[in-house]
């Protein structure tokens, strides 16, 4: 496993066109981003965190979105920027979403990261959100 050379903070972000496919190409970078920097003990759970917030931007808005992965302090920031100002739906409770498998993303955001949040974002005229989680590293 590769070794972290320092604990200096580091960003990615990876723009994505509004295509389901998008979801799997987010999950593989994300997966060479965290090896390369000596953080693949995180990539299980980051890679479902990603997949569920990259789904959920690419699923329910009609323009294109971003995969945004940050490192400082110790905490893996995972987020995914869309178009749609509305905010995300509360998540619910596995049990609430029953045999469906639509209402289920959020909740298990919320299950398997230490804080999870979103915000509305406006730039150059363009309004969207951005939906986020963090991981705190055990090292």
Not at 71 to 95: H, M
Not at 97 to 119: I, N, P, Y
Request: charged share 25%.
């Amino acid at each position: 496993m590769l070794e972290c050379e320092s604990d200096e903070p580091w960003e990615y972000t990876l723009y994505i066109p509004n295509d389901v496919r998008a979801v799997t190409v987010s999950r593989r970078t994300l997966r060479l981003i965290l090896t390369m920097h000596g953080l693949i003990r995180l990539g299980d759970v980051a890679e479902l965190l990603a997949a569920e917030l990259v789904s959920n931007a690419v699923r329910h808005t009609k323009g294109p979105a971003a995969l945004r992965v940050r490192w400082s302090a110790g905490v893996l920031r995972i987020g995914a920027w869309d178009a749609d100002p509305e905010p995300p739906e509360p998540p619910g409770s596995f049990e609430q979403a029953g045999d469906s498998e639509e209402g289920r993303g959020l909740a298990l955001v919320r299950a398997c990261s230490d804080l999870w949040g979103w915000q509305p974002l406006t730039r150059d005229g363009n309004r969207g959100k951005y939906v986020w989680c963090e991981l705190t590293s055990a090292a």
